[in-house]
């Protein structure tokens, strides 16, 4: 029974091998390791950026070990080629001082974030002081490890040295460590120290930036803006002028002239008939007959020349 309990055990061996050697086999093209004092949190920011190699098998199981005093990971999320970040499940164990987070790489880059609380400061002369040690969960081709100073930290040293450093976009300096080749079980701490009077946290220092600079040449909006005073002034001349001129069009034109009521006086027309006048009425004007010795109307005597 014995010997069929070893060659069981031998088989599941075979088929299943241990953490340690699954992690050996898969190793990492690139690890980056950025440590960000005082970022948005208390503490350090510690962001760990994996690179599978281009002949990786993917969906890769991928395994970190992460202080226990920092509970649950922040994110643990895959890169899509255009830069965005889509986050993926993962579990957590704990393994006596650690946390171990575990998960599937469905692309060959992932990025997995923590805070670590574990930054101490002394209240006397405000220097702070980060040990950040690498487990050497995996091999890496290479592994490179970038520091962010605080805006106002001051007599910054990071241990081991050298460091190269450089000023980005965002107007924070970046000191870089290359440490090179590591293999699976190879342990790295990094040491930082420096001096903070406030307690003020980077983000509420930065400032937004443009995506590109700035062009001081005036756009079709500065232009139509300087312009735009003298278009309604224009406008507002040729409105008064226009008026002025209706206005004095209007009044020219001819008024009507009103009749008088006032009939005219009959006027004494020569007979076609003869030379005889028309005789009319002296007092009621009324228009007499020939031979006509006193008015039919009213019977006042003609004056009959």
């Known amino acids: 029974m014995s010997k069929w309990f070893a060659i069981l055990l031998i088989l599941t061996m075979l088929l299943y091998p241990s953490r340690g050697a699954s992690q050996q086999a898969l190793q990492l093209s690139t690890l980056e390791v950025d440590l960000w004092p005082e970022y948005d949190r208390p503490g350090v920011l510690v962001i760990y950026h994996l690179t ?44 006596g001082d650690y946390l171990i987070i575990s998960f599937m790489a469905t692309l060959p880059q992932v990025q997995v974030e923590y805070y670590d609380p574990q930054l101490t400061v002394n209240a006397a002369d405000g220097t702070r002081q980060f040990t950040y040690t690498w487990q050497g969960d995996y091999t890496a081709e290479r592994m490179v490890v970038q520091v962010q100073e605080p805006p106002e930290a001051n007599n910054l040293s990071i ?12 107007g924070l300096t970046y000191y870089q460590k290359d440490i090179g080749p590591i293999n699976a079980g190879q342990t790295f701490s990094l040491k930082i120290s420096y001096q903070k009077d406030s307690e003020s946290l980077t983000i509420e220092k930065l400032q937004v930036q443009p995506s590109a600079p700035l062009s001081t040449a005036p756009t079709w ?63 009621c004007g009324k228009r007499a007959s020939a031979g006509d010795r006193f008015c039919r109307s009213c019977g006042t005597r003609l004056r009959i020349e």
Do not use: M
């Not at 241990?159 to 965002?170: A, L």
């Open 52 to 95: 599978l190699p281009t002949d990786a098998t993917l969906p890769a199981s991928l395994s970190l070990r992460i202080p226990k005093e920092v509970g649950e990971p922040h994110a643990v999320a895959v890169q899509q080629p255009n830069g965005q970040l889509f986050s993926i499940a993962y579990d957590v164990q704990i393994s």
């Open 221 to 283: 909006q500065d232009r139509l803006s300087t312009a735009l005073p003298w278009i309604l002034g224009i406008l507002g001349v040729l409105l008064i002028v226009g008026g002025g001129f209706w206005f004095l069009k209007s009044s020219r034109q001819t008024k009507p002239v009103k009749r008088s009521r006032r009939t005219r006086a009959p006027i004494l027309q020569t007979s076609q008939a003869g030379s005889e006048s028309a005789i009319y009425c002296h007092q």
């Open 159 to 170: 241990t081991p040295g050298p460091v190269s450093s450089r000023v980005e976009s965002d």
